[in-house]
T-cell receptor, first 116, second 114 residues
Framework: NAGVTQTPKFQVLKTGQSMTLQCAQDMNHEYMSWYRQDPGMGLRLIHYSVGAGITDQGEVPNGYNVSRSTTEDFPLRLLSAAPSQTSVYFC???????????????FGPGTRLTVL | GENVEQHPSTLSVQEGDSAVIKCTYSDSASNYFPWYKQELGKRPQLIIDIRSNVGEKKDQRIAVTLNKTAKHFSLHITETQPEDSAVYFCAARSYGGSQGNLIFGKGTKLSVKP
């Protein structure tokens, strides 16, 4: 298994540009999520999904969109990039995020995004 | 929603000493508390976790304790080695309206000096 994969590894955007960060997992996990990591701020949840066709907002959703058309893929779209979105983005997945489950959350390798 | 506080933000120890990192959480409904280790430039990886029906869990040199009454949990690393140097994150799984998402602390940068 490849686990959780993310592309690209690095990206530089200009303010106002849009782009999609790709995330895929081959473990048949229902739950997928996106985090951003900034120095001294830990990992903050952007959006998450508990299954295909179901998405919801996390702690810091503004400026980002997601969709979940398949179990495997969970892309994150930046609609109009801003310098404040400069960060490292991690995708993660687990078997389920529902009450009563304690399944390990696996992280992808991350995408380092710079917005000029 | 859930809020997780983590202390200290940086910790420096001599090789062989013990290291303790502490976290507090706000949501009494949280029932799962993992710890992740992140080496420089790499992804976070789970090192140990504890469920709310257990007070302590140990895995070789690593242990985690949970005090549900006080709403705090701690990571203990004994006989530290240089390869333990990394950033450590605690997290709590909150089951409020958020479908069981992990909420992370801000991290502790552990440096182990040879």
């Amino acid at each position: 298994n490849a686990g959780v994969t993310q592309t690209p590894k690095f990206q530089v955007l200009k303010t106002g540009q849009s782009m999609t960060l790709q995330c895929a997992q081959d473990m048949n996990h229902e739950y997928m999520s996106w985090y951003r990591q900034d120095p001294g701020m830990g990992l903050r949840l952007i959006h998450y999904s508990v299954g295909a066709g179901i998405t919801d907002q996390g702690e810091v959703p503004n400026g980002y969109n997601v969709s979940r058309s398949t179990t495997e893929d969970f892309p994150l779209r930046l609609l109009s990039a801003a310098p404040s979105q400069t960060s490292v983005y991690f995708c993660a997945s687990s078997y389920s995020g529902n009450s009563g489950s304690y399944n390990e959350q696996f992280f992808g390798p991350g995408t380092r995004l710079t917005v000029l | 929603g859930e809020n997780v506080e983590q202390h200290p933000s940086t910790l420096s120890v001599q090789e062989g000493d013990s290291a303790v990192i502490k976290c507090t959480y706000s949501d009494s409904a949280s029932n799962y508390f993992p710890w992740y280790k992140q080496e420089l430039g790499k992804r976070p990886q789970l090192i140990i976790d504890i469920r709310s029906n257990v007070g302590e869990k140990k895995d070789q040199r690593i242990a985690v304790t949970l005090n549900k009454t006080a709403k705090h949990f701690s990571l203990h690393i004994t006989e530290t080695q240089p390869e333990d140097s990394a950033v450590y994150f605690c997290a709590a799984r909150s089951y409020g309206g958020s479908q069981g998402n992990l909420i992370f602390g801000k991290g502790t940068k552990l440096s182990v000096k040879p």
